[in-house]
Each structure stands twice: as structure tokens, then as C-alpha cells.
């Protein structure tokens, strides 16, 4: 059974540019969740999928946005990066029942130069 | 102040020792407790999930939530240098919020 899977594992862009992380859930699960992570930092959130809709929002500037396919994967797009954008984006994925437990996929590092 | 605290460490323990690693915070709402291991440069990896106060033991790790102190402990027992890794505890709301809010996790490092 495959975990969560995220692509690409790593990505340099320069400021001003536009950036899509992608990501496709355990087997089973409904809902994307993406974080961010500072070095040295625990991850931040950025916002929550479930059907195909953003569900919750975390204090991230419009920049952010995503979607969310029929077959539950995701995608992060981040317009006009900033140097301050640089960061390891997570997605986690989670299923109805245990609506808490969240499996993290092993993360894309994103730099900004 | 930040919603939940987390001493980053770093932590030095030798093979064998008995680990305590401590959260807190200021949300009396949070329900969900959990404890996510981090190797460098990977994903976090879930170890413990706990609802509402009280114990939960799965093998040599133990989650320990006092919530009428606001206080959340992991015990890892008979620790090995493969536990080093840096700890992160996270926490939840009830209902539909998913969000999880974590600490800025503690470093372990187990010498052999």
C-alpha cells in the first residue's frame, strides 16, 4: 500500500516565479491537508481539500491556492515567491473516522533565490 | 506566545535510556494529541494518536496527556540510536477543523 507521495522532491525558482507541488493521498483517504515547514520549525498550515473544496484555511496570503482532483490528489501553487517562501511543503492526507490522523508524504523542498 | 511550546533541545541520551520529551499549551479546546518523528530532511512519520486526557502505550513508546494542565509527554523506553531524530508533537480541534498545530519539536540524538 503506498503512502503519501509528493512531486517533485526538490525545486530551485527564482523570486517572481510560480510553483506547483503536487500530491496523491494514502490509498483510501478523502482529505489533503499541506503545511509548510521552516528549518528548525514544526510545519505551519497552509489549507485542507475535501471534495474537491477548500475546507479550511490557514494564515497564508493569497498566493496560496490549491485544488483538489476527483480522485483526491492535490495541488499547491504558490504565485510570486519570495525568498521567504523557501521551505519543505508537506502534504498529509486523512480519511473519514479517524479525522485527526494525518500521514505526511515525504515533503518537497522548495528554494527560492 | 505561541499556541503550543515545545523545548527544541537538543537532547543527548545514551543507548538504553529512558526519554521524556514535553509539550505545552495554551489552548484548552485542543481534543487530539499526537506525536510525529521527523528524520532529517524526511516527512513526519506518526507515532501516537491520542484523544482527550490519559495513557496510550505502543511498544516502547508512551503518550501521557494531562489536559487540566495543559501538558502532553512522550516516554520512549530502552531508547536506540535509531530514535534519533527530531520529535514534533501536534495538536487538534474537535469537530470538522482537521488543522493540526505543532510544536517546533525537540532534537533527540540516542549515543551508542
Known amino acids: 500500500d503506498a503512502g503519501v507521495t509528493q512531486s517533485p522532491t526538490h525545486l530551485i525558482k527564482t523570486r517572481g516565479q510560480q510553483v506547483t507541488l503536487r500530491c496523491s493521498p494514502k490509498s483510501g483517504h478523502d482529505t489533503v491537508s499541506w503545511y509548510q515547514q521552516a528549518l528548525g520549525q514544526g510545519p505551519q498550515f497552509i489549507f485542507q481539500y475535501y471534495e474537491e473544496e477548500e475546507r479550511q484555511r490557514g494564515n497564508f496570503p493569497d498566493r496560496f491556492s490549491g485544488h483538489q482532483f476527483p480522485n483526491y490528489s492535490s495541488e499547491l501553487n504558490v504565485n510570486a515567491l519570495l525568498l521567504g517562501d523557501s521551505a519543505l511543503y508537506l502534504c498529509a492526507s486523512s480519511g473519514s473516522g479517524r479525522v485527526n490522523e494525518q500521514f505526511f508524504g515525504p515533503g518537497t523542498r522548495l528554494t527560492v533565490l | 506566545q505561541k499556541e503550543v511550546e515545545q523545548d527544541p533541545g537538543p537532547l543527548s541520551v545514551p543507548e538504553g535510556a529512558i526519554v521524556s520529551l514535553n509539550c505545552t499549551y495554551s489552548n484548552s479546546a485542543f481534543q487530539y494529541f499526537m506525536w510525529y518523528r521527523q528524520y532529517s530532511r524526511k516527512g513526519p512519520e506518526l507515532l501516537m494518536y491520542t484523544y482527550s486526557s490519559g495513557n496510550k502505550e505502543d511498544g516502547r513508546f508512551t503518550a501521557q496527556v494531562d489536559k487540566s494542565s495543559k501538558y502532553i509527554s512522550l516516554f520512549i523506553r530502552d531508547s536506540q540510536p535509531s530514535d534519533s531524530a527530531t520529535y514534533l508533537c501536534?495538536?487538534?480541534?474537535?469537530?470538522?477543523?482537521?488543522?493540526?498545530?505543532f510544536g517546533s519539536g525537540t532534537q533527540l540524538t540516542v549515543l551508542p
Open positions: 501536534a495538536m487538534s480541534l474537535s469537530g470538522s477543523a482537521r488543522q493540526l498545530t
